[in-house]
């Protein structure tokens, strides 16, 4: 069953998207780290092939809630799986179930597609959406830890001279 509110991200909802990303970067403490630009995600979603792909929350025609995601791959199952980099609902338009019905749009293209997984990181702190996603059943891995490379680490390790 589909939610007529919730369709696959078109070229000209781009610009909205970036607001979305905006203002989800503001809401982790961290609107000076994001320098995403509309040309690069409309790159990133719209190209020959692409490697990010997206859904978007439409409510009296304006987009108010956007999910991103890219695909990844479990070796030990053998197929690929679903991560989510964002999920974003504007607060008016919270309460609604837009947020979970981003979430049920992805994953049917999880079932759909036979992928293993459905991931994705929260903020420690953000315990509203912790709160919300164990509702839906989603659980945390706990055992896990998140290892980023970025910037200088980054430019060292990949460096032709290192």
């Known amino acids: ?8 991200v078109r070229p000209g909802d ?3 998207i970036v607001g979305l990303v905006e203002e989800l970067a503001e809401y ?54 679903l991560y989510l980099e964002d999920l974003y609902v504007r607060p008016d338009q919270r309460g609604g179930g837009l947020g979970k019905a981003l979430l049920r749009a992805l994953a049917q293209e999880c079932v759909a597609r036979g992928y293993a997984r459905f991931e994705w990181s929260v ?12 509702s839906l059943g989603a659980v945390p891995m706990d055992e896990w830890t998140v290892f980023r490379l970025s910037g200088e680490a980054l430019a060292a390790l990949g460096g032709v001279d290192g």
């Open 28 to 81: 982790e403490r961290a609107r000076d780290e994001c320098l995403l630009t509309a040309d690069q995600l409309h790159e990133a979603l719209f190209r020959d092939a692409p490697a990010l792909f997206g859904h978007v929350a439409e409510v009296d025609g304006q987009v108010v809630g956007m999910a991103l995601w890219f695909l990844n791959f479990s070796t030990w199952r053998g197929v690929h799986g």
């Open 1 to 8: 069953m589909t939610d007529p509110r919730i369709r696959r």
């Open 14 to 16: 781009v610009p909205a």
């Open 123 to 134: 903020l420690d702190w953000n315990e509203p959406a912790i709160g919300f996603y164990r």
